[in-house]
């Protein structure tokens, strides 16, 4: 299910800290004991700094990445989490860019492709599945792991899916499962199903997806369309219509490095970005920096042609 009607209110750093239980300004504080058990590894980039984990953004989002740079420092809010079995903290990484709250997330260790590790725990796991005759016999091939974002242009995804997993504008304190405006992290990525279900338009323009974009139908009825956004304008402008809004997909089987562009729900006109590096760096620009009204990707979008 995908979310509307996010809050109009900017939270800041000063509602993040009164919301969180503990609160870190430098690595060097941090209780070893809170991130025990803890499954994001938040830690490494704030012991690194701004200038290591957006020393790629810099390089392939200039705009993004410059004013990422000259926002405030990072820091980390950790909430106190009533478990199953047992007390524990949910940590996540912060910093106030234009007086708003910039959540940056991250994955756990060894699951960040800039981790040193990473190739080789996604080697293990392939080997893995390559042995699981059952589910071969099930899905007719032998399966891969899941790499979402190599299904992105390059300088996409090395500036916001390398040394972090996507960013994210807060519209609670809590964080929520609902990511906000800028590139969503990896495991957000939404099917296109999902998204027409949402506008009561499935019925009707989800088999033209499926004519389009064969490759990318669902394998088994638990599964979803590998045809996926990764950012989502709701929620940065009022628009007159439930459709009005910009979504940038991806396929991410059968993948071919292109952005498709869709606005206002708009799937006979589907458009590709001409230049997509170029339009999410200044798409992103433009809500870091809070401009009002809505952002144009249309100078970047020629029509699909299949």
């Given at each position: 299910m995908l979310c509307r009607g996010l809050s109009d209110d900017i939270i800041t750093l000063k509602n993040i800290k009164e919301y969180n239980d503990l609160w870190y300004s430098s690595a060097q504080e941090v209780d070893p004991a809170v991130l025990e058990g803890h499954w994001r590894d938040v830690l490494t980039p704030f012991g690194k700094g701004k200038e290591w984990l957006y020393e790629l953004t810099l390089q392939h989002q200039p705009r993004t990445g410059r004013i990422l740079m000259n926002g405030g420092e990072l820091g980390l809010g950790c909430k106190l989490h009533d478990g199953t079995h047992s007390l524990s903290y949910i940590c996540h990484l912060f910093q106030e860019v234009q007086g708003q709250v910039i959540e940056i997330p991250r994955n756990f260790k060894g699951g960040?492709?800039?981790?040193?590790?990473?190739?080789?725990?996604?080697?293990?796991v392939n080997a893995k599945?390559?042995?699981?005759?059952?589910?071969?016999?099930?899905?007719?091939?032998?399966?891969?792991?899941?790499?979402?974002?190599?299904?992105?242009?390059?300088?996409?995804?090395?500036?916001?899916?390398?040394?972090?997993?996507?960013?994210?504008?807060p519209n609670h304190p809590a964080i929520g499962i609902c990511p906000h405006i800028l590139p969503y992290p990896t495991n957000s990525w939404y099917p296109i199903e999902d998204l027409l279900g949402d506008l009561r338009l499935k019925k009707k323009y989800l088999p033209l997806i499926d004519e389009m974009f064969p490759d990318t139908m669902p394998e088994a009825k638990d599964l979803g369309y590998e045809?996926?956004?990764?950012?989502?304008?709701?929620?940065?402008?009022?628009?007159?219509?439930?459709?009005?809004?910009?979504?940038?997909f991806v396929k991410t089987e059968g993948r071919d490095g292109l952005v498709y562009y869709l606005r206002d729900a708009d799937v006979p006109n589907l458009m590709v970005l001409t230049d997509p590096a170029e339009a999410v760096d200044q798409y992103c620009e433009f809500h870091l920096l809070r401009k009002e009204g809505r952002f144009d990707f249309r100078p970047w979008a020629i029509p699909y042609t299949g």
């Open positions: 960040n492709p800039s981790d040193p590790d990473y190739q080789d725990r996604i080697d293990r599945l390559a042995k699981n005759t059952e589910l071969f016999k099930e899905r007719g091939r032998i399966l891969t792991a899941e790499e979402r974002h190599l299904s992105l242009p390059e300088p996409i995804r090395l500036a916001y899916y390398h040394r972090f997993n996507g960013l994210n504008i045809f996926r956004a990764f950012l989502n304008s709701w929620g940065s402008f009022i628009g007159k219509k439930r459709t009005d809004g910009d979504q940038l």
